[in-house]
């Protein structure tokens, strides 16, 4: 049997992907979260091959008992303090991301871990220099602390691959959406009011840009890594690269929803909130081999799983 550690299991795509590796009864999962941002309504059910651990994995003897105990194939670091508005008022928790970064690491090595794999996320590259965002030439300039952190955690993976031969393989994340992500996020946040109809708030203008990636074709695109070892000591971005304004889709989900919310735009945001967003998923469709679902799509079987996170954060 294959043993796999979810960090963050109990979060939005920590547990998609737990859901999606447990119908392979040869995997033994095992998901961990303080849940200071998960919430256990989240964790798979039903599954004899599945384990729930609460821990902080910036507890380093707390890591090193449980990935002693159960020596992990593989593990997902995907803990994380996540959300724009809470990473920026709260940056020395932030900051704390790099003990659980460096716990996983030591601990994956004395315990023979066979590859980790590391959420990255697009904020690595900060306010965008050229397009689409390419994995190899697009520059990590930005200087928020979450961005920092997430860039340090590269830097990390490839230094203990270096120094120890540990492999990993690095996930950046762009906006990924779908049921049970929380409404703290645009998606869910647009959606929640809609179906009120409730007044739908946008920071500035609405005219900056982003890509949003259904759950789904992220956790495929990431199982069949797993299953096929590919990317092996490198990064991929993990996103969609069909852009839409932020207006855009406001309207759209309204549209959606056939709801009677209004607009309201706020001033925009001091810091956080780049212009555009686009990813190079060159190599991602590649890997994914089918078409990705797009955004309408999407947001459709979000409103049919009734799983849209009102209430859980």
Same mark, same amino acid.
């Given at each position: 049997?294959?043993?796999?550690? +979810?960090?963050?299991?109990?979060? #939005? ?23 200071? %941002? ?60 790099? @003990? ?30 050229? #397009?689409?965002?390419?994995?190899? %030439? ?17 830097? #990390?993976?490839? &230094? ?32 929640? #009011? ?5 007044? +739908? ?51 759209? +989900? +309204?549209?959606? =929803? ?16 780049? =212009? ?17 679902? &797009?955004? @309408? ?17």
């Amino acid at each position: 049997m294959r043993k796999i550690l +979810i960090t963050g299991g109990a979060g #939005f795509i920590g547990s998609s992907l737990a859901d999606k590796l447990l119908k392979n009864k040869e995997n033994f999962v095992v998901a961990v979260d303080d849940l200071s %941002t998960g919430h256990k309504k989240k964790l798979p059910s039903g599954y004899d091959n599945f384990l729930f651990i609460k821990a902080d994995v910036n507890d380093r003897a707390v890591v090193s008992d449980i990935m002693t105990t159960y020596k992990f194939d593989y593990v997902f670091h995907y803990a994380a303090v996540v959300g724009v508005k809470r990473t920026l008022e709260n940056p020395l928790l932030v900051l704390r991301d790099i @003990e659980g970064i460096k716990n996983i690491l030591e601990t994956s090595k004395n315990t023979k871990v066979k590859k980790v794999f590391y959420s990255s996320s697009s904020e690595v590259y900060g306010e965008p220099v050229e #397009f689409p965002q390419n994995e190899e %030439t697009t520059p990590l300039n930005s200087k928020l602390p979450y961005a920092v952190v997430k860039n340090l955690g590269e830097v #990390f993976l490839k &230094s203990y691959y270096r120094e120890y031969g540990l492999p990993y393989t690095i996930l950046r994340f762009f906006n990924t959406y779908g049921p049970k992500q929380s409404k703290n996020f645009v998606i869910s946040r647009f959606l929640c #009011f809609a179906l009120k109809n409730q007044d +739908i708030t946008i920071y500035g203008d609405g005219m900056q840009t982003r890509t949003f990636c259904y759950i789904d074709d992220n956790v495929d695109t990431t199982v069949r890594i797993l299953e096929n070892n590919l990317c092996e000591n490198s990064v991929i971005n993990i996103g969609n690269d069909n852009e839409i304004s932020i207006l855009e889709l406001a309207k759209l +989900i +309204i549209d959606i =929803t056939g709801s009677r919310s209004k607009l309201v735009f706020l001033p925009p945001l001091k810091e956080g909130d780049m =212009t555009r967003r686009y990813p190079d998923i060159t190599k991602m469709r590649k890997i994914l081999n089918r078409p990705l679902v &797009s955004l @309408e799509e999407g947001i459709k079987k979000i409103l049919e799983t009734g799983l849209l996170d009102m209430e859980l954060e």
